[in-house]
Each structure stands twice: as C-alpha cells, then as structure tokens.
C-alpha cells in the first residue's frame, strides 16, 4: 500500500502543514478532506475518487470545496464521499449553502456504515469503520489491502480503555492524531484531543509495527511539536507526518 500525506495538522493550516488529508493515489482513496486535499490534484491516477469524512469539523471537510479543481482537466467519471448520517445534510445546507459557497461540486454522498467492508476500494482495498469519541463523534478505520493493515485515529482523546483499542490491535502501521504534547491533559479532555504519552501508551498496548502522529497543533511549526524524545521511551518506531511525505508498507 502507497499513501501520501496531504496535510497533517488540525484546525487551521500553518506555514509548513495544511490540515489533514491522506490520499491512497492507487485506488483513488482519500481519508479526510482538510485544506490539503487541494494537492490531491498532482496525485490523481484514477476515475473514481472515494472520500472518507472522519467527522465534519472544518479541517476535515474545508477541501470538499477544492474538488472542482482537484477534478478539473482529468477523465473523472464519480467523486463519492462517505460520511456518518445526518452529518451530510450538515454538508449540503451549511457548507454548501448558496451564500457559502456558489455552486455543489460533483459529489455523490454515501452514508458511511459502521463495521466492517464499509468501504469498498478498488484493487481489493477494504476499510473497516470504528467509532470515536469526540464532540459530535468521529469515525476511525483500518484500511487493508495484500495482508497490511494501517489504522487511522484522529479527532479523539487517546486512553487505554477506550473502545477503540480492540479495532486497532496488532497493526502494520497506526496513523493517530497528537494535538498536544504532554502537560496539556486537561484542555485535550475537553477538546476531544490526544496528548503524546496517551498515544504512544496506545500504539505499544495494541502491539502496532509503527506510529506516524498527525492533527499536531498548528501554532508549533518546528521540526517536533510534540516531544518526541520521551515519547520514544514508551513506542520507539514513531515519526511525526510530514506533508507530502509518501509512505509505502
Ligand atoms: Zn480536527
Ligand atoms: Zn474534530
């Protein structure tokens, strides 16, 4: 499986990150359209694009109204994007209200499914979906293709007796959000965001092979906003995303 990372921070795009969007170019697959998803543009290989909506908080969904570009000039025959119930009616009145934005892009919503074979993605591409906590709730997945399995966890509070925990167990790679570095339990409590050593608790409870944090808090643009060195006492194999960066597992 090849992804690359369109964006990799929350809430507002910096000088080095735009918000949060990974794009699978192979299978035209695209997890969360933050203000990244403008790139997906050089990325597109295929006539379908499939887009999967966590939640709909506006880093996560601003880049639904980039597709008329993204799509411009290319053979693209469907744009699907799959997001949780009433969250698309959300979309369609609020987003992409008349006096928000001028005209729908070509987009054919699917309600997203909880469970398993929620997704179906060319070349044998599976997307198992979780819930998560989170205000207004937020959807997890693991994503599977030839034997690997790489999960992805963002917008919620990272804890070892969260549900979740069960979903992801024994992953190739774990793709989770890291807004805060330690010290910063309680405004991530509140805010529905994960701290550093929560994280890495996490990624060594469920045994995953690798740990690649995104969603880090836009007001730090150095090279480690989270504290890495500590983090790597309790799961070694972790790096912080990168925009653009291109992972192949
Ligand atoms: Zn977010
Ligand atoms: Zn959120």
Redesign the pocket.
Known sequence: MKFVFLGTT??HPNNRRQ??SVMFPDNGFIL?A?TGLFRAREFVSTDQLHVFL??V????CIGLTFLFDVVNGKQMRQTQVYVEGEKQTVLEEHLFHPLLFPAMPPIDFIPMKIGPNAIKVPDQMDVHTFPLS?PGG?VGCIVQQDGKRIAYV??TTAGLDEPYLEQIAGVDLLIH?C?FPDGFEEQAAITG?SCATSVAQVARQCGVGELLLV?VNPLDETDDPIGLESLREIFSNVRIAEDLMEVEI
């Open positions: 929350g809430y918000t949060l969360d933050g966590s939640h908080h506006l880093d996560h989170h937020s963002t917008d959000e807004y965001h969603h």
